[in-house]
T-cell receptor
Framework: DAGVIQSPRHEVTEMGQEVTLRCKPISGHDYLFWYRQTMMRGLELLIYFNNNVPIDDSGMPEDRFSAKMPNASFSTLKIQPSEPRDSAVYFC?????????????FGSGTRLTVV | GENVEQHPSTLSVQEGDSAVIKCTYSDSASNYFPWYKQELGKRPQLIIDIRSNVGEKKDQRIAVTLNKTAKHFSLHITETQPEDSAVYFCAASRESGGYQKVTFGTGTKLQVIP
């Protein structure tokens, strides 16, 4: 398996623009998580899905953020409109309780810079 | 909700010495404690984990201990090497509403000095 695949690896955008981050989880994993990492706040859970259904979105900072998982192999995190304070590394991770371990496999992340 | 505190935030050790990172958690229902290593510019990767029915687990040079009564767990790295330099995150996980909920610590930046 190629692991959790995220795209793009880097994104630079102007304030006010829409940004879409993409994630392909490991095949067979039924949990998908979106995290944001900054120096100030560390790793923050934004939202997670189980079997494509959003379970907990309490970490989504505001209405400008939205996430979807239309099928088991694809998820998006959208920011509209983007602001400079959204600059961070966004990680997607997947896991499967059925495999008997709860550890996550993280993607390589998307480094977002909003100027 | 769960609160995970991690100490120290930075740690420098000489190559060959041991390093210890400590975490405490608040929710007694937490039952799974993974540790992640994140090298500069890379993704966090699971390096070792422990469940609440076990007090200690070892994998070569790394070991994790868990004290459920005191609600703390620690990562021990022996015979440190320069490639151990990274940020280490602890986490506590519990089942919530049928789903696993994971809370991460704030990370420890470990520097191994050759």
């Amino acid at each position: 398996d190629a692991g959790v695949i995220q795209s793009p690896r880097h994104e630079v955008t102007e304030m006010g623009q829409e940004v879409t981050l993409r994630c392909k989880p490991i095949s067979g994993h039924d949990y998908l998580f979106w995290y944001r990492q900054t120096m100030m706040r560390g790793l923050e859970l934004l939202i997670y899905f189980n079997n494509n259904v959003p379970i907990d979105d309490s970490g989504m900072p505001e209405d400008r953020f939205s996430a979807k998982m239309p099928n088991a192999s694809f998820s998006t995190l959208k920011i509209q409109p983007s602001e400079p304070r959204d600059s961070a590394v966004y990680f997607c991770a997947s896991s499967s309780l059925r495999q008997g371990r709860d550890g996550y496999t993280f993607g390589s992340g998307t480094r977002l810079t909003v100027v | 909700g769960e609160n995970v505190e991690q100490h120290p935030s930075t740690l420098s050790v000489q190559e060959g010495d041991s390093a210890v990172i400590k975490c405490t958690y608040s929710d007694s229902a937490s039952n799974y404690f993974p540790w992640y290593k994140q090298e500069l510019g890379k993704r966090p990767q699971l390096i070792i984990d422990i469940r609440s029915n076990v007090g200690e687990k070892k994998d070569q040079r790394i070991a994790v201990t868990l004290n459920k009564t005191a609600k703390h767990f620690s990562l021990h790295i022996t015979e440190t090497q320069p490639e151990d330099s990274a940020v280490y995150f602890c986490a506590a996980s519990r089942e919530s509403g049928g789903y696993q909920k994971v809370t991460f610590g704030t990370g420890t930046k470990l520097q191994v000095i050759p």
